[in-house]
């Protein structure tokens, strides 16, 4: 089974800080994963995905990932914070033989920025 | 541009009506899910499909159930809406081709309050 942890429920940075959210993954098998937007009111929007390809995954908006296999980590970094960038972020993982896809979500981090 | 459609962004419904919350994506995907989204509670799955006419319950199914005539066609059927069932409903799509690392398209949710 795989699971998915998103330290921190709400992270407040001001602008221009480093950007920091964590997430944590479960998984018996190599990992897809996943790093998505949700702005207020919106739907979740693709911000970048690991696919076993580079380790450093570059997103849309300057963000980044990497995937740490020995941490079994996959933490999205952005090196300056800006005002739109205060969102809910989501980090989700499948794994290779998954039927169907299916993607397991963690609990979300609301990003907050302060000027 | 590929694209998930829900029918509605914000929709006010009485307690006791029969409510629909439909969505259309035109990737000919084969896989459909919808989920509530709750302060604090994440992503909740309610149902998924993996085909047309076929469904499976997903973490919370009570109190709802779905359609799936059409593969591009996924409705949501609230049979006796609830004020617990004020919601934010996020729809989403994936296709089963490929090994897993394709992810969602999410379509821009349904904000449903029921009084």
């Known amino acids: 089974a795989q699971s998915v942890t998103q330290l921190g429920s709400h992270v407040s940075v001001s602008e221009g800080a480093l950007v920091l959210l964590r997430c944590n993954y479960s998984s018996s098998v190599p990992p897809y994963l996943f790093w998505y937007v949700q702005y207020p009111n919106q739907g979740l929007q693709l911000l970048l995905k690991y696919t076993s390809a580079a380790t450093l995954v570059k997103g849309i908006n300057g963000f980044e990932a990497e995937f740490k296999k020995s941490e079994t980590s996959f933490h999205l970094t952005k090196p300056s914070a800006h005002m739109s960038d205060a969102a809910e972020y989501f980090c989700?993982?499948?794994?290779?033989?998954?039927?169907?896809?299916?993607?397991?979500f963690g609990g979300g981090t609301r990003l907050m920025v302060k000027p | 541009d590929v694209k998930v459609t829900q029918s509605s962004r914000y929709l006010v419904k009485r307690t006791g009506e029969k409510v629909f919350l439909e969505c259309v994506q035109d990737?000919?995907?084969?896989?459909m899910f919808w989920y509530r989204q709750d302060p604090g509670l994440g992503l909740r799955l309610i149902y998924f499909s993996y085909d047309v006419k076929m469904k499976e319950k997903g973490d919370i199914p009570e109190g709802y159930s779905v359609s799936r005539e059409k593969k591009e066609r996924f409705s949501l059927i609230l049979e006796s809406a609830s004020t617990n069932q004020t919601s934010m409903y996020l729809c989403?799509?994936?296709?089963?081709?490929?090994?897993?690392?394709?992810?969602?398209?999410f379509g821009s949710g349904t904000r449903l309050t029921v009084v």
């Open positions: 989700a993982v499948s794994g290779p033989n998954n039927a169907g896809n299916m993607l397991t």
């Open positions: 989403a799509s994936s296709s089963t081709t490929g090994t897993g690392g394709v992810g969602y398209t």
């Open positions: 990737m000919d995907h084969e896989n």
